[in-house]
């Protein structure tokens, strides 16, 4: 069974990682169980694929063998959810099968997005799960070039049967094409909807955050209030004298 940690009080999406080589410093089948984000995922990728700068950060540990993969697969299965892979694991048995077999494998069953960012490679060309043998068809050179290409797939399915069926077939071709030199990543395409949850009424007691802006904003209005007041006060206190002598009769 896939290891996913028991419910999450938010919502999540896993994440596995594998490769064909001993290259992701952590060993086979590693688990790592705290919460990591979109962003951690692709810094992760890109250590592996040993661009500059990047040491896969919380994920993984810097590559022992240090050579990239030929070929780096990562596919965003459209309503991958952790609660949902927790039940029904099962149906991942090629998922699992990768995960087992691999020289170096990881999970990371808690995933999150961030609102500005709710996918993961964004800016990185993508290819629909029907197409991908059509692109690999298209593209043989992927193989053999020694780029250390990304391919990122995308697939709507109905259920994990069918997301599993997939990643099984892709892994297979590629890694038949390349002798093994490969690396997959599987998470979700985006963050699935956070259902509402009931708390203590204790628990929803939160102080209200001011920001620097608006402390100076609401400082300014106070001041503003008081000269007014001040002014407003001046005004209707101005006294004149309640009847005025006639001089001519004075003298």
């Known amino acids: 069974m896939l290891c996913i940690a028991a419910a999450c009080a938010v919502s999540y999406t896993p994440a596995f990682l594998w490769s064909g080589r001993d290259n992701l410093g952590v060993g086979q089948r590693a688990r790592h169980l705290n919460e990591a984000s979109g962003e951690d995922l692709e810094r992760a990728v890109a250590a592996l694929l040993g661009q500059p700068g990047n040491q896969g950060g919380k994920l993984l540990q810097p590559a022992s063998s240090g050579m990239p993969p030929e070929v780096q697969l990562v596919f965003l299965l459209e309503g991958l959810d952790t609660e949902d892979v927790r039940a029904g694991g099962a149906q991942m048995a090629q998922i699992n099968r990768l995960l087992d077999h691999s020289a170096s494998s990881l999970s990371v069953p808690f995933t999150t997005r961030s609102q500005g960012h709710p996918s993961v490679f964004e800016k ?52 038949e094409a390349t002798g093994g030199n490969y690396a997959a990543l ?24 001011i920001t620097r802006d608006l ?3 609401l400082m300014v209005s106070f001041l503003l209030f008081i000269i007014f007041m001040s002014g407003l006060c001046c005004l209707f206190s101005m006294q004149t004298p309640r009847k005025f002598e006639d001089g001519s009769k004075a003298s």
């Open 215 to 217: 402390l100076t904003a």
């Open 124 to 175: 990185a060309a993508r290819v629909r799960g029907e197409h991908v043998e059509a692109h690999f068809a298209a593209h043989p050179e992927l193989f053999t070039n020694g780029a250390n290409d990304l391919v990122v797939i995308e697939h709507s399915a109905a259920d994990l049967a069918a997301h599993d069926e997939l990643v099984g077939r892709v892994c297979h071709h590629v890694a």
């Open 186 to 209: 599987v998470t979700g395409s985006k963050l699935p909807v956070e259902v509402p949850r009931r708390r203590l009424a204790a628990t929803e007691v939160k102080g209200m955050r």
